[in-house]
């Protein structure tokens, strides 16, 4: 049995034990007395030491046993277990439950006295709000039956004054002085209510006119009255505000008389406004502009002033009469001036210089803006020289002049440097589509019994056909630039077939070909060709130079005839040269060269770095580059600068 008490009853920390036990069943939802060995159908532990104190249920703590009469006993020391989680267990238990004992006392103490504070005041406010509404009733109750007594009081009173004040209506003294004496005693009867409505009329007095005062000023502002040509025109911060005003005013206003382009100077005077009649830099700009001119339609060519008219409807209607020749029903068409054209309303200058009508508009756009210039072709003029002399191009000098450049010029021409430009310009863009050619390839077949540049056509070539979609531009109706957009073949071309001789044209010196040799020591250069068919020196009436001589047979069949080095040398170049053709140089030294021209394709015998001595075949007469005809171009040149050939040849 576990120790009890004098009475029989347990200790209370075991009591204590036994109900955290049970809490803590209830709590984690398992046994703590069997986790810990505790059997609390006994109120034991397993192996329970002596000086452990056991636990007992309530139900045995209620039905204590009877007293047994106490004997002495000799004391004996019985053994002490060492302490484990078993013996601490239902001591911390004990501790932890008195532990939330007293805190949970201590918060619900605090919580009471917290509650009592506002319950506390609540009460007092509760109690001084009746109180003061108990007092106002009385107060008001008297003042209202005061209030009533005085009426009834002042109503009596009325009534007689109005007899009183009859009697003397004869008289207008004798009236005014009665109305004194009324006043005085209806202030002397009445003192106190007139003290009251005094009291109460002086301050809500005295309080609208302050806040009148205050609005007045909050809506007020010092400000700078602007007198402009001796008016007013408006009320201004500070002086940057006309600055302002004014560099805007002067870019809508455009001086006619040649004078500097300013405003006059305006009169400052201080004022007090409301700030809603204060003006910004804008609006006063406005004003100026007004006071400087009428309301029109500012026309703006590229950014530069033209002119205004006062109707806009008016400009408009003169620039799309200029559009309108130009204007189509057909797609992809788009008509517009080159130049930018703005219009801006404003206050411009009443003069006639600058205030245009309808008329005086059209006349000037219809105008050239820069005039045709023109040049006189003189003797030793060429497109190259004329160009560079007048600070332009050859390519705009063949646009301009294309039956010049297919013809030629000739002194006493007349050339076009520049052509007019309109005062404005009229841009149309359209799609536009045409028909190209594509030339044909040519397929060559080697021809052993031909000679070498005779050429027999075997089969004719056909030209393909493509259709190619451009943008165009016209300037004034003129083509100015084209932009390819797309192509589409139509038909393919025909390849041509052409036999190509390969028998070589070089042949040693024959007897019956003469070698001639002049006084100079030079070798004709064409055995069989002693006919010259172009000197040297000016010719087409002085239009052109020409730099040798042209050599052909006489009688005919100059094509094919042998030709020979003049001079012995080295072969500078041999191949083809533009309008040459076929072209031979060689260097004899000492600042000599000599030039064979047209030859026939393939007839060169020789190359460039090869020596050849006078009267050696070098080539055959053709007629290849720019060439009329089959002959031999010879030229001689001596430091740079051409010989004629006939000075030394004969």
Same mark, same amino acid.
């Given at each position: 049995? $576990? ?21 803590? *069943?209830?709590?984690?939802? @398992?046994?703590? %007395? ?10 034991? @532990? ?143 009867? /009445? ?6 409505? #005094? *009291? ?31 008016? $007013? ?39 007090s406004v409301p700030v809603n009649r204060l003006i910004d830099s804008l609006t006063l700009s406005d004003k100026l502009v007004e006071d400087s001119g ?10 530069? @002033?033209?002119?205004?008219?006062? &109707? ?68 030793? %003029? ?39 430009? &309109? ?125 040798? #001589? ?15 080095? +003049? ?5 500078? @170049?041999?191949?083809? +040269?533009?309008?040459?053709? &076929?072209?031979?140089?060689? *260097? ?42 089959? /002959? ?19």
């Amino acid at each position: 049995m $576990p120790p009890k008490g004098t009475d029989g009853t347990a200790y209370p920390a075991q009591q204590k034990a036994s109900r955290s036990v049970q809490d803590f *069943n209830d709590i984690f939802g @398992f046994r703590a %007395d069997a986790l810990y060995g505790f059997d609390t159908a006994e109120g034991d @532990f397993w192996a329970l030491p002596n000086d452990a104190v056991p636990l007992t249920r309530k139900k045995e703590a209620a039905e204590p046993e009877a007293a047994q009469p106490l004997k002495a006993q000799p004391a004996k020391e019985e053994p002490k277990a060492p302490l484990s989680a078993y013996t601490l267990a239902p001591h911390l238990f004990a501790l932890l439950a008195d532990l939330g004992d007293g805190v949970f006392g201590v918060i619900k103490v605090a919580l009471r006295r917290l509650l009592f504070i506002p319950r506390f005041f609540g009460a007092v406010f509760s109690w001084a709000f009746r109180e003061l509404r108990t007092r106002a009733d009385k107060v008001l109750a008297e003042r209202k039956k005061r209030v009533r007594a005085e009426r009834g009081m002042l109503r009596r009173e009325l009534k007689g004054i109005r007899p009183y004040l009859k009697k003397a209506e004869g008289d207008p003294r004798a009236w005014f002085r009665r109305l004194g004496i009324v006043t005085r005693k209806l202030r002397e009867n /009445h003192r106190a209510s007139f003290l009251r409505a #005094v *009291n109460v009329v002086l301050p809500v007095a005295a309080a609208a006119v302050l806040f009148l005062v205050i609005n007045h000023w909050n809506n007020q502002t010092f400000a700078l009255q602007v007198d402009y040509r001796q008016e $007013p025109i408006g009320y201004i911060r500070s002086e940057e505000v006309f600055a302002e005003a004014e560099k805007l005013a002067l870019q809508r206003i455009v001086r006619t008389d040649g004078g500097a382009n300013e405003l006059e100077k305006p009169d400052y005077r201080l004022a007090s406004v409301p700030v809603n009649r204060l003006i910004d830099s804008l609006t006063l700009s406005d004003k100026l502009v007004e006071d400087s001119g009428e309301p029109a339609v500012g026309i703006y060519i590229n950014k530069q @002033f033209l002119c205004s008219v006062k &109707n806009r409807s008016d400009a408009e209607s003169v620039f799309d009469k200029m559009l309108a020749p130009y204007r189509t029903n057909k797609p992809g068409v788009f008509v517009d001036f080159v130049e930018d054209i703005r219009y801006e309303e404003g206050y411009y200058p009443d003069d006639l210089k600058t205030m245009w009508d309808a008329s005086q508009l059209a006349k000037k756009l219809t105008e050239k803006k820069q005039t045709e210039r023109k040049y006189k072709v003189k003797s030793g %003029d060429t497109f190259w020289t004329i160009a560079a002399a007048n600070d332009t191009t050859v390519d705009e000098l063949y646009r301009l002049n294309p039956k010049e450049k297919k013809a030629g010029i000739w002194p006493g021409d007349e050339l076009i440097l520049s052509a007019s430009v &309109n005062y404005v310009q009229v841009k149309v863009m359209k799609t536009e589509t045409r028909t190209v050619e594509i030339p044909f390839e040519t397929i060559y077949t080697p021809d052993p019994s031909g000679f070498k540049g005779v050429n027999k056509t075997l089969s004719a070539g056909a030209k393909g056909k493509e259709k190619v979609t451009e943008m165009v531009t016209y300037l004034d109706g003129q083509k100015v630039s084209t932009k390819e957009l797309s192509r589409e073949r139509l038909s393919e071309p025909v390849s041509a077939r052409v036999s190509q001789g390969t028998k070589s044209w070089v042949a040693p010196s024959t007897p019956d070909v003469k070698i001639s040799v002049g006084s100079s020591g030079l070798v004709w250069p064409a055995p069989s060709c002693h006919s010259v068919s172009g000197g040297y020196g000016l010719r087409f009436q002085g239009r052109s130079f020409h730099t040798g #001589v042209d050599l052909i047979r006489y009688g005919g069949a100059t094509y094919g005839t042998l030709v020979v080095a +003049s001079m012995d040398g080295t072969v500078e @170049f041999a191949g083809w +040269s533009g309008s040459y053709g &076929n072209r031979i140089v060689i *260097n004899h030294g000492g600042g000599i060269k000599t030039t064979y021209s047209h030859l026939v394709s393939g007839s060169m015998s020789v190359y460039p770095g090869k020596y050849v001595t006078a009267g050696t075949p070098i080539g055959r007469v053709g007629s290849t580059g720019w060439s009329s005809g089959a /002959h031999l171009h010879f030229e001689i040149s001596v430091n740079g600068s051409y010989r004629n050939p006939m000075a030394y040849l004969r």
